[in-house]
């Protein structure tokens, strides 16, 4: 089945994932992500990064957060000051910290793809159907040992603020507390944008480390402008901002749906790392 990406919870709507006729068989991605080892691997590999990351952090007191301060740009970063404030931990949830895993079995079954009506009522009744992130559960702990606050930043509705936290709770995460802890798509006039939401974060925590499976969990300056994937894919490897990857942005695993799932042939294949059966049987 083809995975169609729609817009993501780290854009401006929740997740999305494809419009097919369900098939046999849950998609790659899924099968990946919500079944495999190797994605329980690579997730629980990103929080034993995070972790090790923040325990050395903790301890050399930062001067700034890892939060893109107002103003700055990819090419020329600058972060929010730490000064004496308290330290904290911003994640996204959705296939960050919390596996949406019943309402991808309603997708893959149904084959209908992301509607608002669906997602809405998974927001509102879906925690009996959630788990943890592989590793986060350990992870969010161990960080609130350290005495790093942790705080969930969310395009999930604010008009399901309470169901997100019982949500949050039932994944085995802890406690959020929506204005504190918990912000949410509608807390502010930005839409889907995140930035205005981690400023406010910062002008009360230092930031140490942010968690997510979207660029724009980062920073809103990835998707200025819908740039296409080849640029897009090169803001991520070029430095400073590639510094950052596992060094205070840590990057968890999503095939299913997302900002990541663009482009034709002509984006996903250079021109020169092409390559087709050669002819008349050479190579024999």
Same mark, same amino acid.
């Given at each position: 089945?083809?995975?169609?990406?729609?817009?993501?919870?780290?854009?401006?709507?929740?997740?999305?994932?494809?419009?097919?006729?369900?098939?046999?068989?849950?998609?790659?991605?899924?099968?990946?992500? /919500?079944?495999?080892?190797?994605?329980?691997? %690579?997730?629980?590999?990103?929080?034993?990064?995070?972790?090790?990351?923040?325990?050395?952090?903790?301890?050399?007191?930062?001067?700034?957060?890892?939060?893109?301060?107002?103003?700055?740009?990819?090419?020329?970063?600058? *972060?929010?000051?730490?000064?004496?404030?308290?330290?904290?931990?911003?994640?996204?949830?959705?296939?960050?910290?919390?596996? #949406?895993?019943?309402?991808?079995?309603?997708?893959?079954?149904?084959?209908?793809? /992301?509607?608002?009506?669906?997602?809405?009522?998974?927001?509102?009744?879906?925690?009996?159907?959630?788990?943890?992130?592989?590793?986060?559960?350990?992870?969010?702990?161990?960080?609130?040992?350290?005495?790093?606050?942790? %705080?969930? #930043?969310?395009?999930?509705?604010?008009?399901?603020?309470?169901?997100?936290?019982?949500? %949050?709770?039932?994944?085995?995460?802890?406690?959020?507390?929506?204005?504190?802890?918990?912000?949410?798509?509608?807390?502010?006039?930005?839409?889907?944008?995140?930035?205005?939401?981690?400023?406010?974060?910062?002008?009360? /925590?230092?930031? %140490?480390?942010?968690?997510?499976?979207?660029?724009?969990? *980062?920073?809103?300056? *990835?998707?200025?402008?819908?740039?296409?994937?080849?640029?897009?894919?090169?803001?991520?490897?070029?430095?400073?901002?590639?510094?950052?990857?596992?060094?205070?942005? *840590?990057?968890?695993?999503?095939?299913?749906?997302?900002?990541?799932?663009?482009?034709?042939?002509?984006?996903?294949?250079?021109?020169?790392?092409?390559?087709?059966?050669?002819?008349?049987?050479?190579?024999?």
């Amino acid at each position: 089945m083809l995975l169609v990406p729609l817009a993501a919870c780290a854009t401006t709507t929740p997740p999305a994932v494809t419009g097919a006729a369900p098939s046999a068989n849950p998609p790659a991605g899924m099968q990946y992500l /919500y079944g495999s080892g190797e994605g329980a691997a %690579i997730s629980v590999q990103a929080w034993n990064a995070l972790l090790a990351y923040a325990a050395v952090t903790v301890k050399a007191r930062p001067a700034n957060s890892v939060v893109l301060a107002e103003g700055a740009s990819l090419a020329a970063p600058s *972060f929010e000051p730490c000064g004496d404030k308290p330290f904290a931990a911003v994640f996204d949830v959705d296939e960050t910290v919390m596996l #949406n895993t019943g309402f991808e079995y309603h997708d893959a079954k149904t084959g209908k793809g /992301y509607n608002p009506a669906d997602w809405d009522a998974w927001e509102k009744t879906g925690e009996g159907a959630v788990g943890p992130v592989p590793g986060a559960d350990r992870g969010v702990a161990a960080l609130r040992a350290l005495g790093v606050t942790v %705080i969930f #930043n969310t395009n999930r509705s604010a008009a399901n603020a309470d169901a997100t936290v019982r949500a %949050i709770r039932a994944a085995g995460l802890g406690e959020a507390v929506h204005g504190q802890t918990l912000y949410l798509q509608g807390d502010d006039n930005t839409g889907g944008m995140k930035d205005a939401r981690r400023w406010r974060i910062s002008d009360s /925590y230092c930031v %140490i480390a942010m968690g997510g499976d979207q660029l724009g969990d *980062f920073s809103d300056l *990835f998707n200025v402008g819908k740039p296409a994937p080849g640029p897009r894919r090169a803001m991520t490897m070029q430095a400073p901002v590639a510094g950052l990857w596992g060094n205070g942005w *840590f990057v968890l695993p999503n095939p299913v749906y997302g900002s990541g799932l663009v482009g034709g042939y002509d984006d996903v294949f250079p021109m020169d790392k092409r390559w087709e059966l050669p002819a008349n049987g050479a190579g024999k």
